[in-house]
């Protein structure tokens, strides 16, 4: 399992990417998303309908699993693939 080196972020995300499957096609909604959320910020995520936002954010609490990269909280990586 990796870690953070950096202990600034409660929150990175590291050439994450998410398809969903429709029948035989999938459907990318996150491709290669890479940043963070330094600790003691506040963010909010602003974009159209379809952006990705709810799944950026189920990433986070696990409610969906990526298809590569990592997501990592507090120093630990919660990705499950």
Do not use: H, Y
Request: hydrophobic share 35%; charged share 15%; net charge positive.
């Amino acid at each position: 399992m990796n870690t953070v080196t950096s202990l600034k972020s409660s929150i990175q995300f590291t050439d994450v990417t998410k398809k969903f499957r429709n029948g035989s096609n999938f459907t990318t909604v996150l491709r290669n998303i890479s940043g963070e959320v330094p600790t003691g910020t506040i963010l909010t995520l602003v974009g159209p309908s379809g952006a990705g936002k709810s799944t950026l954010l189920s990433l986070c609490n696990l409610l969906i699993s990526l298809d590569s990269g990592e997501v990592f909280v507090k120093t630990s990586c919660i990705s499950f693939k």
